[in-house]
């Protein structure tokens, strides 16, 4: 049977096949290991291997620790095997040893795309192989400083018996390489297959036994994508890498508000620019509204980038505190650029770029605003207030709109004016 009959899910059927062990013998996994006492553990300090691509060392928490696991998973096509493809070419280049397999790719296929991105080291090597038996006897004959698994669903091992990619199968080879890399000290990249929803395919456990999870946003149509941690045990999972999709491969984005911002229009009712917080780095980002009259009984809300609850909440509020009557117009909004944006502290952007398209008036040219608005309308503080403004300063704005009492988290900037709010309709005031 493909579905179960209790719960109604499809492919969750798992064959566990029985193993027999003779008597006496142990398995090198299943050997007893000693307790020791933690305050009797020596910890060297132990340095983190540079990939080269800095926006990728980023997402990692500053580079890749010895023995760990990255499992990695995106739409078709995003740039999943194009980037580690670039990077295992950058530890190459340093003189390191690197081994990608590929499950669903010929050498001479890799050898195709790797040639288009860059020219070859000669540590870098390749094998097309699904049996995972074999992989690791290759990886432990080889030994080299980084391992790609590509793709971790087409890894098969003799001991499950049920057919590659199913969830059995699946599990065994994650377990027997993180066996492998712990023992080892090999670095492994595994690249995941993801489901319609989006969600890597697999057993969940998976995501529990590796040791970071990067997922790579963006739309196959748009040139930029975003590598976003949403697990690492050896870093931060605020940090995002940025990178821009061209004819040689993935290029870094370095400083991506110049990049969102770079075809913005000024002076244009329903457009905004906002600060948010992505880890450590501040970007600004172009919010966009366009407010008309609906032709329909109920109206029609489009939200594209931003959280749909959060911003109906907030028209509701611009409806009772602002009097504004846009609960019966269409709303449509969007983030220039592609990224997606969910943290309280664009608020304020919210509101004025809806204002702004509804009373088709644009909001004064430099000016950026900031602030969590609560249901009662008054405007809220936030967080890492002083990196935001040095970003808006960099980019050239003159006037920033800040709550009142985030005011003294920062020091005044020299070029900029920096206005305190506490109520929306203060802001009102000064936008309209």
């Not at 192989?129 to 091992?157: C, G, K, N, W, Y």
């Not at 748009?222 to 870093?235: C, E, Q, S, Y």
């Amino acid at each position: 049977m493909g579905r179960c009959p209790d719960c109604g899910q499809w492919d969750s059927l798992v064959e566990q096949a029985s193993r027999s062990t003779a008597t006496g013998a142990k398995s090198d996994s299943l050997q007893k290991n000693e307790a020791v006492a933690m305050d009797s553990v020596e910890l060297e300090e132990e340095g983190r291997l540079f990939t080269g691509v800095a926006e990728f060392d980023r997402v990692l928490g500053g580079g890749i620790i010895a023995g760990s696991m990255v499992l990695i998973g995106g739409d078709p096509g995003i740039g999943k095997s194009t980037l580690l493809l670039q990077v295992l070419q950058r530890f190459a280049a340093d003189g390191r040893r690197v081994l990608y397999v590929s499950g669903e790719e010929s050498t001479r296929q890799l050898k195709m795309r790797s040639r288009r991105l860059a020219d070859s080291a000669p540590g870098m090597y390749a094998v097309s192989e699904i049996d995972i038996d074999a992989t690791i006897q290759t990886v432990r004959e080889q030994m080299p400083d980084a391992l790609v698994i590509d793709s971790i669903q087409t890894m098969f091992s003799q001991d499950a018996g049920s057919a590659p990619g199913s969830v059995s199968q699946v599990r065994e080879a994650t377990m027997k390489l993180m066996i492998m890399a712990k023992q080892t000290g090999i670095p492994v990249f595994l690249i995941g297959h993801v489901t319609k929803e989006g969600a890597i395919a697999g057993p969940r456990l998976m995501e529990h036994m590796v040791d970071t999870v990067l997922y790579f946003e963006g739309d196959q149509n748009h040139v930029f994508r975003i590598l976003r941690a949403v697990k690492n045990r050896f870093g931060s999972t605020n940090e995002i890498g940025v990178f821009e999709m061209n004819e040689a491969g993935l290029a870094q984005v370095p400083n991506p508000s110049e990049v969102f911002l770079a075809e913005r229009e000024s002076s244009v009712p329903g457009s905004v620019v906002t600060a948010c917080m992505e880890g450590t780095r501040p970007i600004l980002v172009e919010l966009q509204a366009l407010i008309s009259s609906s032709g329909y009984a109920t109206p029609r809300r489009t939200v594209l980038g931003l959280d749909y609850n959060r911003v109906s909440l907030l028209v509701a509020v611009m409806e009772k505190k602002l009097g504004l009557n846009v609960a019966g117009q269409d709303i449509f909004m969007n983030v220039a650029g592609g990224v997606r944006v969910s943290e309280p502290a664009v608020d304020l952007g919210v509101i004025a770029a809806v204002a702004s398209s509804f009373l088709d008036r644009a909001v004064p040219e430099g000016m950026l605003l900031l602030g969590e608005v609560g249901l009662t309308g008054e405007v809220r503080g936030v967080s890492h207030l002083s990196p935001r403004i040095v970003e808006v300063k960099k980019m050239g704005f003159t006037r920033c709109v800040v709550p009142k009492n985030s005011l003294k988290q920062v020091r005044a900037l020299n070029g900029i004016e920096l206005i305190g709010i506490k109520r929306l309709s203060e802001v009102m005031e000064i936008l309209f």
